[in-house]
């Protein structure tokens, strides 16, 4: 072996053995919607006194995971999220009702003195507000003297000995304590039975308790801190929830729950299941597919599949990585993908051996992995850059798509440039497996390619008819949009979905009448698959939800929550906004990098074909009535770099061979390029629709719209590739000046000052 493929072998080995440890050692992180719970997003809002910035927003969230300790959830998650969002997950938590009453809940608690009865102040006393008592009687209060923030501690006990039934006892901070005693010492120079005896305890801008100060209480001596019970007409619950939080502290600023979603375990549980039997199908048919095609070498890659799957996914358990259920999407998607690279690879060997007759099947390799370096990278950064735009201006799961996209893509470019090509390089040293073409898989150029050479199809004698095929698409998916619309979810509109199983088969029409006659007349009742019913409504809160679930329950028994979401109108706008942004900053990042990378003209070809397989992939939506949401967004923005990935191949090739060729025309060069290109495009798009069928057949409701976005978007976006960037490439030289690449120059040895580069494959030798 040479000294380059020792020092692959050896770093595919190194990295094997750390994956195996890591994936032996080490468990995944899953989100909420693989391992069931709920999660929040809550927005901080500016109150009187404090702005919502980076660090109240950071006390805010430490007061809210003291509250969270004391509900015991556990292992709860609280980050924050720009400058005044706080992203709250509660594993196992199905009904969230309690956990958003006490979390949501500002619990501004505050002490102020009694004025008396109405509107009547005290002269010379400083106003507050006026509220009604526990009875409904109004009093005039003071201003606030004290506040829930210091309160070091409360707790709820049922006081049987004096009958005054469930108290919270409060002990206050050594500061606050003395605020304490001075507001009810002031309190007990009034006499009893005067409205101005009374303290008056605020919770929210309510009267919770405004008890008299006992008659046993000196004028001017006041009440110490530990001493002090709240009384009132509380039950168990109420108690403890008021201890509770009394206890957690006031929140710095109000928040506001924008989003909730929650997903039931089962739910988790059969996605996980169904996207490892989908991963494993789909693997094992791409494994099988490029086998046939390339013999040993195909075996070969499909063993360095594999190795990506455990690469892979080590790296996202080692980093931490939140796995999802459209982070598995992405995962089990990166499988078929991974295969890309090798195929290049192969298909750029068939060629160079083919094209030189007697080179030796090592030397044809070595070329094919040199020459599709530039086809291979440039592929892999417009799929990054896709990544990169899912992760800063995605949410939620979408986000982690985007990073388990980004993991994949980095795996598998280190799959196939180094295990692939040490394995492959080893291979091709053995003579067994260079003498014999039936076995090795590349020195027979393949059934595609020879078909096409046998044909030499002319694609491109009238590209404007191909235009126009592509204008009757665009046209037809326009009028899906136009006349059916498009179908949003609430994730871009607002609103509220729930998803319901019972245990009983309930018709649609019945459960629609059910839940219309319960007083939800806006809901919209449609079947979730297996027999689920799914609501939709515009406002419905948690205690609503409580209500409509038991509602369905009386027509089909034992009724469960399998997935809720709910996502504020605020949050909703937002989330909508940050979709058509990140789609027009996918478009000028890849046109950017494209303008850099090619000529303008292939540039704008590309994001031509670009915008044409979104128009086609919305439109396709539109007409079939699917929902268009995040996970939509996710499989619309890794469809935008599939097909620039496709365009980026066909016009390396058409510059490469446009350079050696610079007086043949354009035309010419592009029908060669696509005819030599077509047999990766080919093997590579089956690979990518094993794994997408698999996951469309075996992924459940839960992928099946993402399976099917992505199934239109590959083979919308293999058309384009060819049939619209290329028709439009060679329209817009007709009209461009610049004149064709220059040709590489060939890498080699300088043997002395001016000497001519030589291919490092060629030994010198001249006939």
């Not at 101005?196 to 009440?223: E, K, T, Y």
């Not at 806006?522 to 979730?528: L, N």
């Not at 390396?652 to 610079?662: M, P, Y």
């Not at 698999?694 to 384009?720: H, K, N, Q, R």
Request: some cysteine; glycine content about 10%.
């Amino acid at each position: 072996m040479t000294r380059a493929t020792t020092v692959r072998a050896v770093l595919a080995a190194a990295v094997l053995l750390v994956s195996a440890l890591i994936t032996l050692t080490m468990s995944p992180r899953l989100g909420l919607d693989l391992q069931g719970g709920t999660r929040m997003v809550l927005q901080a809002t500016d109150s009187a006194t404090t702005k919502a910035d980076r660090e109240s927003t950071d006390r805010t969230l430490e007061v809210l995971r003291l509250r969270i300790d004391s509900l015991g959830v556990a292992e709860p998650t609280l980050t924050r999220s720009g400058e005044g969002r706080i992203i709250v997950e509660l594993p196992d938590v199905q009904d969230p009702r309690k956990a958003a009453e006490v979390i949501g809940r500002t619990a501004q608690l505050s002490f102020h003195a009694v004025q008396g009865p109405g509107t009547e102040q005290e002269k010379g006393k400083a106003a507050g507000p006026t509220l009604p008592d526990e009875e409904g009687r109004p009093l005039a209060l003071g201003p606030a003297r004290l506040t829930g923030a210091g309160v070091k501690d409360a707790g709820a006990s049922f006081d049987a000995q004096q009958g005054a039934g469930w108290t919270v006892a409060l002990d206050f901070h050594k500061s606050a304590g003395r605020d304490w005693t001075r507001l009810t010492g002031e309190a007990a120079c009034h006499p009893a039975q005067d409205e101005r005896r009374r303290v008056a305890i605020v919770l929210d801008d309510q009267v919770i308790s405004s008890p008299q100060v006992a008659p046993s209480v000196g004028c001017n001596v006041g009440l110490p801190s530990g001493s002090t019970q709240i009384t009132g007409s509380f039950g168990a619950d109420e108690a403890r929830d008021l201890a509770l939080l009394i206890k957690g502290g006031a929140l710095p600023l109000p928040v506001e729950i924008v989003e909730q979603r929650t997903v039931g375990p089962t739910l988790g549980a059969a996605a996980i299941d169904a996207s490892a039997r989908a991963a494993l199908i789909g693997a094992a048919a791409t494994a099988l597919f490029i086998t046939f095609v390339y013999r040993l070498f195909g075996a070969l890659a499909a063993a360095a599949l594999a190795a990506y799957g455990v690469v892979s996914y080590a790296a996202l358990v080692a980093l931490g990585v939140t796995l999802t259920l459209p982070g598995l999407a992405g995962f089990v998607l990166a499988i078929g993908m991974a295969v890309d690279a090798n195929v290049l690879v192969f298909e750029r060997a068939r060629e160079e051996y083919a094209e030189r007759s007697g080179r030796s099947l090592r030397s044809a390799m070595t070329a094919g992995f040199r020459n599709a370096w530039s086809a291979v990278a440039d592929s892999n950064v417009t799929t990054l850059i896709a990544a990169g735009l899912l992760f800063f201006l995605g949410s939620g799961p979408v986000k982690g798509f985007g990073v388990t996209l980004a993991i994949g893509v980095l795996a598998s470019m280190f799959s196939a440039l180094v295990i692939a090509r040490a394995l492959t390089e080893i291979a091709s040293r053995s003579r067994f497996v260079s003498d014999y073409r039936g076995v090795n898989g590349i020195a027979r150029p393949g059934r595609v390619r020879t078909w096409l050479a046998r044909r030499d199809p002319q694609l491109f004698r009238s590209p404007r008819r191909w235009l126009l095929i592509s204008t009757a698409l665009i046209t037809v998916a326009v009028l899906g949009i136009v006349v059916r619309g498009v179908n949003l979810g609430v994730e871009f509109t607002g609103g509220r979905l729930v998803e319901y199983s019972t245990s009983r088969p309930v018709d649609v029409e019945t459960a629609r009448t059910a839940v219309a006659g319960a007083g939800f007349g806006d809901a919209e009742v449609t079947t979730a698959g297996a027999g689920d019913l799914s609501v939709r409504t515009g406002d419905l809160d948690n205690h609503q939800e409580h209500a409509l679930r038991a509602v369905l329950a009386e027509e089909g028994g034992h009724t469960t929550k399998v997935r809720d979401e709910l996502i504020g109108p605020s949050l909703g706008d937002e989330l909508r906004r940050n979709a058509l942004i990140a789609l027009a900053v996918a478009v000028l990042v890849q046109l950017a990098y494209l303008a850099v990378r090619f000529r303008w003209t292939f540039a704008l070809a590309s994001v031509a074909a670009l915008v044409h397989d979104v128009i086609l992939l919305v439109g396709a939506f539109a007409w079939l009535g699917r929902t268009v949401d995040g996970i939509f967004l996710a499989a619309l923005l890794t469809v935008i770099g599939y097909s620039v990935n496709d365009s980026v191949v066909v016009f390396d090739r058409v510059r490469e061979l446009w350079a050696k060729a610079r007086r043949e025309s354009v035309t010419t060069i592009a029908n060669r390029a696509v005819l030599q290109t077509v047999p990766r495009t080919v093997n590579t798009g089956m690979g990518a629709l094993f794994i997408l069928a698999a996951l469309a057949v075996l992924g459940g409701d839960s992928l099946a719209d993402f399976a099917l976005a992505l199934l239109i978007g590959i083979c919308v976006g293999t058309y384009s590739s060819v049939l619209t960037a290329v028709p439009v490439a060679l329209t817009l030289e007709r009209s461009s000046k610049a004149p064709p690449p220059a040709r590489k120059r060939a890498p080699g040895r300088m043997s002395g000052a001016g000497a001519k580069r030589r291919d490092p494959l060629d030994n010198g030798a001249r006939v």
